[in-house]
């Protein structure tokens, strides 16, 4: 906890917990949260905790102490929040060094970004059409959208896509699709994919077929056929891992298709391809599958903040523009129209992602695959 303020006064003296504490030692079960492993028991001894359902594990916070009517901001105040950010601050440097397992491109300088961080900047609604709202960037957002669909081979009069805030965003936009097009249609995704996906099937209330996987992590096709078989009446909504969260797996497309279509379900079938992990490095692996809007596809999304490097969740999500319209509505206020998932973006993503690509360009990403 952070030292309490006096009235009218900061009490520096009460140590502030370093946070670099908290990374080594197990978390505390009290007071108000346990951590339980299977047998139920609390562990404290590195293994893997489970957290309870229900219960907040909250075993540390920087408090807000709220200043009296008539405090003013004083330079002791400033002091000490000071000092709270600079120990934050080590403790990032300290994490960073070790953060394993986190596919994140930290090679990235946007210090000349600096200047627009005072600005409010907001993309709302749809990023092709204007709107009442000025302090915006989507000027910047159309631009990385076109460079992404010059990558994915899909013409500027045929895409539709936004700059999302992270590739859960993306899939859920994507699943949203498919549904308004499909709207009896049946979610196949391998036992690998992402969370995200088959808790966006609970939200929309999808059905869902779980197809089973390779010992590589890669959709069996030989069961995904079976499971098609058993739903010959109903549409497929497929979802097709383009790098999964664990094994890093990547999903066959060619083959996805050819057991749709083998099946009898040519033009009954929506793919929407998950590319957070792998999206942006497939296009440049020789030999790699390609994902291309050339095949049956209906989307793709991928993530702004691993491979490509923004320093802030993010991601992109493209479609084709035939199937927004079912979407997309009017709003008054706004003098526009929208069809994204939420209303508010953040306008700073765009920015950062236009910054990144220019200076590499898809040379600069052939090089760091």
Same mark, same amino acid.
Request: hydrophobic share 35%; with cysteine.
């Given at each position: 906890?952070?030292? /309490?303020?006096?009235?009218?006064?900061?009490?520096?003296?009460?140590?502030?917990?370093?946070?670099?504490?908290?990374?080594?030692?197990?978390?505390? $079960?009290?007071?108000?949260?346990?951590?339980?492993?299977?047998?139920?028991?609390?562990?404290?001894?590195?293994?893997?905790?489970?957290?309870?359902?229900? *219960?907040?594990?909250?075993?540390?916070?920087?408090?807000?102490?709220?200043?009296?009517?008539? #405090?003013?901001?004083?330079?002791?105040?400033?002091?000490?929040?000071? @000092?709270?950010?600079?120990?934050? *601050?080590?403790?990032? =440097?300290?994490?960073?060094?070790?953060? !394993?397992?986190?596919?994140?491109?930290? #090679?990235?300088?946007?210090?000349?970004?600096?200047?627009?961080?005072?600005?409010?900047?907001?993309? !709302?609604?749809?990023?092709?059409?204007?709107?009442?709202?000025?302090?915006?960037? %989507?000027?910047?957002?159309?631009?990385?959208?076109?460079?992404?669909?010059?990558?994915?081979?899909?013409?500027?009069?045929?895409?539709?896509?936004?700059?999302?805030?992270?590739?859960?965003?993306?899939? +859920?936009?994507?699943?949203?699709? %498919?549904?308004?097009?499909?709207?009896?249609?049946? =979610?196949?995704?391998?036992?690998?994919?992402?969370?995200?996906?088959?808790?966006?099937? *609970?939200?929309?209330?999808?059905?869902?077929?779980?197809?089973?996987?390779?010992?590589?992590?890669?959709? #069996?096709?030989?069961?995904?056929?079976?499971? +098609?078989?058993?739903?010959?009446?109903?549409?497929?909504?497929?979802?097709?891992?383009?790098?999964?969260?664990?094994?890093?797996?990547?999903? #066959?497309?060619?083959?996805?298709?050819?057991? +749709?279509?083998?099946?009898?379900?040519?033009?009954?079938?929506?793919?929407?391809?998950?590319?957070? !992990?792998?999206?942006?490095?497939?296009?440049?692996?020789?030999?790699?599958?390609?994902?291309?809007?050339?095949?049956?596809?209906?989307?793709?999304?991928?993530?702004?903040?691993?491979?490509?490097?923004?320093?802030?969740?993010?991601?992109?999500?493209?479609? %084709?523009?035939?199937?927004?319209? /079912? =979407? @997309? $509505?009017?709003?008054?206020?706004?003098? /526009? %129209?929208?069809?994204?998932?939420?209303? @508010?973006?953040?306008?700073?993503?765009?920015?950062?992602?236009?910054?990144? !690509?220019?200076?590499?360009?898809?040379?600069?990403?052939?090089?760091?695959?």
């Amino acid at each position: 906890m952070v030292g /309490s303020v006096g009235k009218g006064s900061m009490d520096l003296g009460k140590k502030v917990e370093p946070l670099l504490e908290e990374i080594s030692g197990p978390v505390a $079960s009290e007071p108000n949260g346990v951590l339980e492993q299977g047998n139920g028991k609390s562990q404290g001894n590195g293994k893997r905790n489970k957290e309870k359902p229900g *219960r907040n594990v909250h075993t540390m916070c920087f408090a807000i102490d709220e200043p009296d009517a008539d #405090d003013e901001v004083t330079g002791e105040r400033e002091a000490y929040m000071a @000092s709270v950010l600079a120990r934050y *601050r080590k403790s990032l =440097l300290e994490r960073t060094k070790h953060h !394993l397992g986190y596919p994140y491109n930290l #090679d990235f300088d946007y210090g000349a970004l600096g200047q627009l961080q005072h600005f409010s900047i907001n993309n !709302l609604v749809d990023p092709f059409i204007e709107s009442k709202y000025g302090v915006h960037s %989507r000027q910047f957002e159309v631009g990385v959208l076109d460079w992404f669909a010059r990558l994915w081979e899909l013409g500027k009069n045929e895409y539709w896509g936004y700059i999302t805030n992270c590739g859960t965003k993306g899939n +859920l936009h994507g699943i949203l699709v %498919r549904r308004e097009l499909f709207a009896d249609g049946i =979610l196949y995704a391998s036992s690998e994919s992402h969370y995200s996906i088959f808790k966006e099937a *609970r939200m929309y209330r999808i059905e869902c077929a779980k197809v089973d996987t390779q010992v590589s992590g890669e959709i #069996d096709c030989k069961d995904f056929r079976n499971k +098609l078989f058993q739903n010959k009446e109903k549409p497929a909504i497929v979802n097709v891992n383009i790098g999964t969260t664990v094994k890093g797996a990547v999903d #066959d497309l060619d083959m996805v298709i050819q057991t +749709l279509e083998e099946s009898g379900f040519k033009d009954k079938f929506y793919i929407h391809c998950d590319g957070a !992990l792998f999206g942006l490095m497939m296009p440049f692996v020789k030999r790699a599958p390609k994902v291309t809007f050339k095949k049956p596809i209906g989307s793709v999304s991928a993530s702004g903040h691993k491979f490509v490097g923004c320093p802030m969740p993010c991601g992109v999500q493209m479609t %084709r523009l035939k199937h927004i319209n /079912s =979407l @997309s $509505s009017s709003i008054g206020y706004l003098a /526009s %129209r929208d069809a994204t998932i939420m209303g @508010s973006r953040n306008g700073h993503a765009p920015i950062f992602l236009w910054y990144t !690509l220019n200076r590499k360009g898809y040379r600069g990403f052939q090089q760091e695959v």
